[in-house]
């Protein structure tokens, strides 16, 4: 195998990161500013959720499908299509808030496809890896695109907010034009991104191609263990910044104190993810697991005793550090498992998985906020916290990294020292 060129002069992935960042900093921005819209229009805060409701709802419906559809087809010719409809979505919905048309079911529909493209394009992006990035960088792609997402995260909502500010189109016409932009990064891609199959595999139904990634994942039982933690790791975060900021806010503070939280749990995330390949480096798998696990817990614990936004945040910062190195680790580890043909399948099946409660966390806290107050509330959390943690350290080969895939085929220009980029799965994240 040749020497591999250096990440950051790999054309191709710095052409999909790009696609990704803008096609992500677009979304964010809108899915902010489109509550925003209708919360304008109706003055109606149970419609202005439903939109949040509605997109979320279509991001996880489409992502089986989605990862499917991804393996079955020239996976940018997927990527291309996911942007156009989502470009011409946003556009239609800028000219119909310009000459003031823009009714609820248009907004609801446009939310809707949307959340079906964007999983769609994820599982797209996932199975690129394997035709741009050597194998040996996985673990350096990952990072930086999970450092790309922490900033987008962060950045995405304040800049629909403050794009609403200047007037209500202005947010949906720059979320079209971030579609057009991602579609020209992705046309700059020359490898061929079509899933191989190994010798002897045929394709079978579309809902039969589904099941064989959820088996896959079903199967392995590195992956079970990576889904379980994702899914409690999720379903406690959400619920926890829900206490958080309510914990603040009946304190007494501000409502830009309040945010000041949700803006600091971000930061965490975005240094994390500058640092991941370090802690890697120093730490191996199981390591890295039982940290996040015990520092998370013991923090979540220590917000029962405060009520200040700037001791919230910055224990939230601090609970998200490792998180990046985490889901590196789980990422690239995946990449390098799963073949092929199922990467799409694969990636979306995990995340699919991983996000499946991530909506109960919010409602648990809600019903412990009125019942018990936030100390109470924490204090649960965190204790459901320990018991994660507690299971991870009685089991010492829980995370022992798995044999990766040996039907991958014949050499690409992955092996060649030619450049792709991967969509981390949704494991345990901030």
Same mark, same amino acid.
């Given at each position: 195998?040749?020497?591999?060129?250096?990440?950051?002069?790999?054309?191709?992935?710095?052409?999909?990161?790009?696609?990704?960042?803008?096609?992500?900093?677009?979304?964010?921005?809108?899915?902010?500013?489109?509550?925003?819209?209708?919360?304008?229009?109706?003055?109606?805060?149970?419609?202005?959720?439903?939109?949040?409701?509605?997109?979320?709802?279509?991001?996880?419906?489409?992502?089986?499908?989605?990862?499917?559809?991804?393996?079955?087809?020239?996976?940018?010719?997927?990527?291309?299509?996911?942007?156009?409809?989502?470009?011409?979505?946003?556009?239609?919905?800028?000219?119909?808030?310009?000459?003031?048309?823009?009714?609820?079911?248009?907004?609801?529909?446009?939310?809707?496809?949307?959340?079906?493209?964007?999983?769609?394009?994820?599982?797209?992006?996932?199975?690129?890896?394997?035709?741009?990035?050597?194998?040996?960088?996985?673990?350096?792609?990952?990072?930086?695109?999970?450092?790309?997402?922490?900033?987008?995260?962060?950045?995405?909502?304040?800049?629909?907010?403050?794009?609403?500010?200047?007037?209500?189109?202005?947010?949906?016409?720059?979320?079209?034009?971030?579609?057009?932009?991602?579609?020209?990064?992705?046309?700059?891609?020359?490898?061929?991104?079509?899933?191989?199959?190994?010798?002897?595999?045929?394709?079978?139904?579309?809902?039969?191609?589904?099941?064989?990634?959820?088996?896959?994942?079903?199967?392995?039982?590195?992956?079970?263990?990576?889904?379980?933690?994702?899914?409690?790791?999720?379903?406690?975060?959400?619920?926890?910044?829900?206490?958080?900021?309510?914990?603040?806010?009946?304190?007494?503070?501000?409502?830009?104190?309040?945010?000041?939280? @949700?803006?600091?749990?971000?930061? *965490?995330? =975005?240094? &994390?993810? !500058?640092? /991941?390949?370090? $802690?890697?480096?120093?730490? #191996?798998?199981?390591?890295?697991?039982?940290?996040?696990?015990?520092?998370?817990?013991?923090?979540?614990?220590?917000?029962?005793?405060?009520?200040?936004?700037?001791?919230?945040?910055?224990?939230?910062?601090?609970?998200?550090?490792?998180?990046?190195?985490?889901?590196?680790?789980?990422?690239?580890?995946?990449?390098?498992?799963?073949?092929?043909?199922?990467?799409?399948?694969?990636?979306?099946?995990?995340?699919?998985?991983?996000?499946?409660?991530?909506? @109960?966390?919010?409602?648990?806290? *809600?019903? =412990?906020? &009125?019942? !018990?107050? /936030?100390?109470? $509330?924490?204090?649960?959390? #965190?204790?459901?916290?320990?018991?994660?943690?507690?299971?991870?350290?009685?089991?010492?080969?829980?995370?022992?990294?798995?044999?990766?895939?040996?039907?991958?085929?014949?050499?690409?220009?992955?092996?060649?020292?030619?450049?792709?980029?991967?969509?981390?799965?949704?494991?345990?994240?901030?």
């Amino acid at each position: 195998m040749k020497t591999s060129e250096p990440l950051r002069a790999n054309n191709e992935f710095r052409n999909l990161w790009v696609a990704q960042a803008l096609s992500k900093l677009g979304s964010q921005a809108s899915y902010l500013a489109l509550p925003l819209l209708v919360l304008s229009l109706t003055h109606s805060p149970a419609q202005a959720g439903l939109v949040g409701f509605v997109k979320g709802a279509a991001e996880v419906a489409f992502l089986l499908p989605g990862g499917t559809f991804s393996d079955r087809h020239d996976r940018r010719r997927t990527m291309l299509t996911c942007d156009v409809v989502r470009a011409v979505g946003m556009a239609a919905l800028a000219y119909s808030v310009a000459v003031h048309h823009a009714v609820l079911p248009l907004i609801l529909g446009v939310a809707a496809l949307d959340g079906a493209c964007t999983s769609t394009f994820a599982g797209a992006v996932s199975g690129a890896v394997r035709r741009i990035v050597p194998e040996e960088q996985f673990s350096s792609a990952v990072a930086l695109i999970q450092a790309r997402n922490a900033a987008v995260y962060t950045a995405g909502p304040a800049l629909g907010g403050l794009l609403f500010e200047l007037s209500p189109v202005v947010p949906f016409v720059a979320d079209a034009g971030s579609y057009l932009f991602s579609m020209a990064a992705v046309l700059a891609i020359r490898t061929s991104m079509t899933a191989r199959r190994s010798h002897g595999d045929k394709e079978n139904g579309f809902w039969k191609d589904t099941a064989e990634g959820l088996g896959f994942v079903m199967r392995s039982a590195y992956l079970r263990n990576v889904v379980l933690n994702a899914t409690a790791s999720n379903f406690t975060y959400g619920g926890i910044v829900l206490v958080a900021v309510a914990a603040s806010y009946e304190g007494g503070s501000s409502g830009l104190s309040v945010g000041t939280i @949700v803006t600091l749990s971000g930061l *965490g995330s =975005l240094v &994390g993810s !500058l640092f /991941a390949p370090r $802690a890697i480096g120093r730490l #191996g798998t199981r390591q890295i697991v039982l940290a996040v696990g015990w520092v998370d817990a013991v923090l979540t614990l220590l917000m029962a005793t405060t009520s200040r936004p700037l001791v919230l945040g910055a224990l939230l910062a601090v609970s998200g550090l490792l998180i990046p190195a985490l889901n590196v680790v789980f990422g690239s580890t995946l990449l390098r498992m799963t073949p092929d043909h199922l990467q799409g399948r694969v990636q979306n099946t995990v995340g699919f998985t991983a996000m499946s409660l991530a909506p @109960v966390g919010p409602m648990l806290a *809600g019903a =412990l906020l &009125g019942g !018990l107050g /936030a100390a109470v $509330a924490f204090v649960v959390f #965190g204790l459901f916290l320990c018991a994660i943690a507690g299971v991870n350290t009685a089991k010492r080969h829980l995370f022992d990294a798995p044999a990766t895939d040996s039907s991958a085929g014949p050499p690409t220009a992955a092996t060649v020292g030619q450049p792709t980029a991967a969509e981390p799965p949704p494991a345990p994240a901030r």
